[in-house]
Every structure is written in C-alpha cells, then in structure tokens.
C-alpha cells in the first residue's frame, strides 16, 4: 500500500512540475549590449565621471571646441585639434555637475576636494598622475573611482591608463578604471566585441 | 469413561456417512459450471478492476509523459522563438538611437515611441533609465511588472538580458538592455542609459494553451484505447480463476470428481493442473476412509445381526427357567432370575444397536401418517402402564404427519428415561407453535449437570460415570435423536425453572420436507 502511495506522490510531482501555461523564468542573459557610436571625439570633448543614484559611474561628455565647427581647426585648416588637457577636465569634474547633469540625477561623490587643490597632472611612462594639494585618506573608493576614470578617458581614448594620486599624505598605488568598460586587450588585435 | 469416546466416533463415522449420501446423490461429473448471479457482479477492488486500473495506468503514465515531454519542447520551441526574435530585434532598434549625453528627457522619449512603433512580433512598451530619470513610451514612467532582478542584471552587467514574468495572470516578456557608448575601436563602456521592453505574450500563450489541448486531446483515445487490451487481457486472466473458484466450491460441496479443463501452458493452466492432481488425491483419501467406515458399520450390523439369533434361543431358554425358578433352590433361583435379566437386558440393546446400524447406513424409513398426536401420546403412555405416573397436557385435535411407529419410540424414550433418572412427577406436554409440533417431556427431578448437557445425545453417555451398571442401553437418547432428525425435527435437552430437566423436540407438523424425504 506505502508503495502504491509514493508511486501516486512520484506521478502527482510530475504532473506539478510539469505545468501548464507559460511559466515565469528567472533573468536570463542573452546576447550583448546596444553600442552606440554617440561620444564626440576626444579633442572635442571634456568627458567626467559623474555618479547615478544607483552609484554608478556614467560619463558625461561636453563639447568644449566650437572651433571645429566654425573651421577654425580640423582638417580644413590644416591645424590639429588638441584634446582638452587633463587638468581641466579634472577641474571640470571636482566643479560638479552641470544643470542638464544635475537635471539627469547626476552627482559628484561629497568626500571629492575642492577644484583648487589640484596641484597638477602629468603623463609619464605610459602611467597618469594627479597631484592634489588635500590628502587622501577622505577620499572614498568611489571618488577614487571618479577620478581615475577621469582621468584615464582624458588621457586616452578607451581609458586604459593606469592612473597614479598623489596627495599630502603620499601616493596610491596605480589604479585604472573599474566602469565595467570592454577594451581590447593590450597584446591582441581588435577585439571580438565589435 | 468409555462412553463420550465411542460417541466421538460414532459422530465422525455419521458425517462422513452423510457426506458420502451427499456426494452419491448428486454427481455431475467434470460439472464446474453453474452459472451464479453473483458470478457476474464487478468486485470494486477485484483482479478484472485492477487490472483494468494497471493498463489505464501505464497508458495514462506513457502517454502523459510522451504528451508532457512533447507539450514541453513545443513550448520551449514557441517561447524561445518570441523571445529570440523580441530580444534580437529590441537590441537592433536601442542601436538606431543617437542620443547626446547626458540624456534629455523629453528626446529620449520621443526615441523610445520610434522603438514602440517598430515592436517585434508583439507590441511592447518601452522603458528608459538614466540617472534618475524614468521615461517610458506608455503611460507610467516606471514598469510593474520589471522585476529588481532584471533591472539589478541589466544595470550590474554590460550584456543583455530577458526574463518571463506572470502579472495578474497574463505572461509578459521583459527585455533589459544596457546601451555602451563606443569609445574606440573595439572599445565600449556603459552609458548609464538603460532600456527595458515590456512585450505582452497573448499569441503564446494562446499557442501553448493549444499545445495542452492537443495533447490531451491525443491522449485521451489513446487511454480509450487501452481499455480495450485490458478487458480481453483480464477475461483471459479471470476466466479460469472463475473457473478455479466454481471447481473449488463445487468440490467443497461434496462434488469430488470435480476437474478444471486445463488449456495452454502458462501459470494459470499449472495451477489448474496441480488443483486437478490435489482434487484426485483428496477423493481416493476419502473414498478409502469412506469404505473403512462402511466396513466398521457393516461389522457392526453383522454383529448384531448375528447375536440376535442365538439370543432369540437364549430369551426362549430363560422364559422356561423363569418360570421353572420357584421350583429351584434360592441360590440357584437368584442366578437363573439374573441371567434371564441380563439376557433379555442384551436383547434390548442388540435391538438398539441394530436400529442404529439402520440409521448410519441411512437404511431407516419414514412411513408417515397423519395422526392426532394427542392421542397418539396417550396411546403410549397407557401401552406402558404409564397413565398414573405422568401429567399430561394434551390439547385434542392437534393433527400431524408422522411416522406412528417413530414418535411411539421418541416419547416413549423420553418419558422412560424422565422416570428412570429423574423423579415423579413427569409432564409430557404437547403444543403447536409457527408450523412446528412442540412435545415438552419434564421431570421434577435435580435436572442435568451443566457439564453433561451437550453430550446426552451422545451414544453410551454415561451422565453418572461411577454408574457402570445402567438399566438402559445407553442408546436410547441417541435413537431419539434419529428419529426426530428423521421427522426433520430437532430435540433439546435444558433444565426448566423448577430444576428439573426438560427435554423439548420440535417436528414439522406436515412432516419433512427437502431432501431428506428422497434420501431416506
């Protein structure tokens, strides 16, 4: 009789388990994101990080050149535009966010310091360092984040600079930017990503 | 101590007597059919239900699971399609956009109505997120039916993703998509823009709901189907078990010739093969224990039959030396008296036993006569000078149908042993009661021992053990019984209120009827 029971349960559980209709699923990965080619270029640009209220990094380009468009510079003046320099840029993110920005729910990170404390920036050796006239220590991973990512989309095109802070109280460790970015990988052509 | 022994036997000697009465006046040989009512009735747990249980079973479990199996890839096979397409498609509308970050709401919505218009396969409503902005190009800004883990994958991870959600009973498909900006060749990173599709899946589920009805709608023939097998597979089962339990009763009933045809060569014809070497077997035991009892009974009768002759000269004898004692010497006078007591003592029970023989042989007949019973009582009870010693309540014109000669020998039995082991006064009283002819023979006596009352019926019981010497043959009750069992009656033997014994026999006022009429 016990085993008459559990072969009704066992025949039950299947017919359950097997349901009817459509059923709800878990979030299933498929495919790969949407590229858009939307950034202008980087001499034309003054691109920072700035956080979303769900604490990511989203990068907010601003075109700083209306040169290119009055022909000023560019390829009919024969003049080569020159890329915003990275002090500014940095200025531009320890500034805030813009009005459109703000519009958007973009922040900075508060433990940031003031534009006035960059001493300076310099590219060498394949390595960008930012000097700040503050110490460090307030600063939390997330600004550290900020800034990195600042700066490595300021001093190349696909942010793969290793990025070196110095402040009062000494240097980090040379850090490159976290934002979940695809690049190429240094040894290997093109990538597979398209 | 020998009495209840020899009853005992005499008993089993006595049913086997019947059973062979039985089994000879009705042989069918090789009969094992007799078509019952209750032959025919479903049993609900029966071999033919579960049989038909076990075939509707493992169809139902064959085809419910091909139809589970096959209803599971068809639907995986129409949802993957709706979803592959909506996911591929959603993707390549999100890549069309152009818009310039940081993102502007009211733009960005007219983007997300371009998206709508070009849905694929079903309509879908699209929702934008970025920073805190919410834009969608339906009603609510915000979806319901996003579930947090979707929205937490597609904003965590750079790829996109989709997720099946049942809201209020209708199935919906949520598509998540991140949008990267390219930052170089091969290059990307994420734009903080985020696009979800919300796409209704009706036509699938109405696809899938078709695939449950097909499925079921092949399935239950297939179950109908079944049925048919399981019917012929349980006749071929149940008819020789039907067969088997005919034989089986049939033999129990005394029909020991009884055989099963045996057909094929599968369990079943086995067992009718061992039923029919047991049944074999069982009927040469019984034949040879039925002619040893018919050997005893025969001894017994011969016996009897022999001693009668000489007891006849002996009974002749003693008259003339009764009636010569007077004229002898005391001593001499007190022996002859003795033998000639004791002989006629012997007389009596050699008629007893041969009366007896008459009965196990089944040789004792019944020449009935319509009688008035009171009368007939009457007439006993003054043949044996026994008129002032018994009471008697005898209501005229009770009329019956009786063996005179029989119920002269019950009453007579049963008043004689009244007086000669219970005491004065006896009352023999006589009633009609529901078709039955009731005769009450009481004494006044100390009634019977508990402990003896079944055994009293009982040839040579001996109610008084330390009495070796008894006045009867210690056979009358037994041929009592007989008799009234030859009437188609019953007697009882209790002891009435008073303390005396009362011995009741009840007969058929028209006499038996049955059986025993032809077999007597």
Redesign the interface.
């Known amino acids: 009789m016990r085993r008459r029971i559990r072969a009704a349960t066992a ?1 039950a559980a ?2 359950a388990l ?1 349901g ?20 202008p270029a980087r001499e034309h640009r003054m691109m920072a990080f700035f956080l ?3 604490g ?6 601003r075109s700083v050149d209306t040169r290119v468009w009055d022909g000023a510079v560019g390829p009919e003046s024969g003049t080569a535009p020159e890329p915003p320099s990275t002090a500014k840029t940095v200025a531009a993110l320890l500034a805030g966010p813009n009005a ?2 703000k ?4 922040s900075n990170e508060p433990s940031l310091p003031d534009p006035s404390t960059v001493a300076g920036t310099e590219m060498s050796g394949g390595t960008a360092r930012l000097t700040l006239d503050t110490p460090l220590t307030p600063l939390t991973e997330i600004a550290r984040q900020q800034l990195v990512c600042t700066i490595a ?1 300021a001093e190349s ?4 600079v290793p990025v070196v802070l110095v402040g009062t109280d000494g240097a980090r460790p040379a850090a490159t930017c976290d ?6 990988a240094p040894t290997v052509t ?2 597979e ?2 | 101590m020998t009495g209840p022994r020899t009853g005992g036997a005499a008993r089993a000697r006595r049913r086997g007597a019947d059973r062979a009465a039985a089994g000879a006046a009705d042989v069918r040989p090789g009969s094992a059919v007799r078509p019952a009512a209750r032959d025919r009735r479903i049993a609900p747990f029966g071999l033919r239900t579960r049989l038909v249980l076990a075939f509707l079973l493992v169809a139902a479990v064959s085809a419910g699971t091909t139809a589970t199996l096959t209803y599971r890839e068809a639907r995986s096979a129409v949802l993957a399609s709706a979803q592959d397409t909506a996911v591929a498609s959603f993707r390549e509308q999100v890549e069309t956009l152009a818009p310039e970050l940081p993102i502007d709401p009211v733009l960005l919505r007219e983007y997300l109505f371009v998206i709508a218009s070009k849905s694929k396969p079903h309509p879908w409503v699209v929702f934008a997120e970025y920073g805190s902005l919410r834009v969608s190009s339906g009603t609510n800004p915000a979806s319901t039916v996003i579930t947090p883990d979707l929205r937490r994958m597609t904003l965590a991870r750079s790829r996109g993703s989709f997720q099946r959600v049942v809201s209020a009973g209708v199935p919906y498909l949520t598509i998540g998509v991140p949008v990267l900006v390219r930052t170089g060749p091969g290059s990307s990173m994420p734009s903080g823009l985020v696009l979800f599709a919300v796409m209704r899946m009706t036509d699938e589920e109405a696809n899938v709901d078709a695939l449950v009805t097909a499925a079921r709608d092949g399935a239950l023939p297939g179950l109908a189907a079944a049925l048919i097998p399981a019917l012929i597979a349980a006749r071929g089962v149940l008819r020789p078990v039907r067969q088997l339990r005919r034989a089986a009763r049939s033999m129990g009933s005394g029909r020991l010739d009884t055989r099963i045809p045996v057909r094929g060569s599968d369990e079943l014809a086995d067992l009718a093969r061992t039923f029919n070497e047991s049944a074999g077997q069982l009927e040469r035991s019984v034949d040879e224990l039925q002619q040893a009892e018919a050997r005893a009974r025969r001894f017994a009768s011969d016996v009897s039959h022999e001693l009668r002759t000489p007891l006849a000269g002996m009974l002749a004898v003693t008259e003339v030396l009764d009636e010569d004692a007077d004229g002898l010497d005391p001593d001499t006078a007190r022996a002859v008296r003795l033998i000639s007591a004791e002989t006629g003592k012997l007389a009596v029970l050699v008629e007893d036993l041969m009366e007896i023989s008459r009965f196990d042989a089944r040789a004792a007949e019944l020449n009935t006569d319509e009688v008035d019973v009171g009368e007939t009582v009457r007439k006993t009870l003054d043949h044996r000078r026994w008129g002032e010693r018994v009471r008697t309540d005898l209501p005229d014109g009770i009329r019956a149908r009786l063996d005179p000669r029989r119920f002269d020998v019950v009453v007579a039995n049963l008043v004689g042993n009244a007086l000669r082991h219970g005491s004065e006064p006896v009352t023999v009283r006589l009633s009609v009661q529901g078709g039955l002819l009731v005769v009450e023979v009481a004494d006044s006596g100390p009634g019977i021992r508990p402990e003896v009352l079944p055994h009293i019926f009982e040839r040579f019981y001996k109610a008084d053990a330390a009495r070796t010497r008894s006045t009867g043959s210690g056979l009358g009750l037994a041929i009592t019984q007989e008799n009234v069992r030859l009437h188609g009656g019953t007697i009882r033997a209790a002891n009435g209120p008073d303390g005396g014994a009362v011995l009741t026999v009840e007969i058929p006022l028209h006499g038996p009827h049955g059986s025993q009429e032809a077999t007597a």
Do not use: M
């Open positions: 025949l299947l017919l097997t009817c209709g459509i059923q709800e699923t878990d979030v299933i990965e498929a495919g790969g994101p949407a590229t858009l080619d939307v950034l979303s209220p769900d990511l990094l989203v990068p907010s380009p459109a920005e519009r958007a729910g973009l989309y095109d696909n942010g793969g934002n979940g970015a695809r690049r190429p093109p990538s990503t398209g």
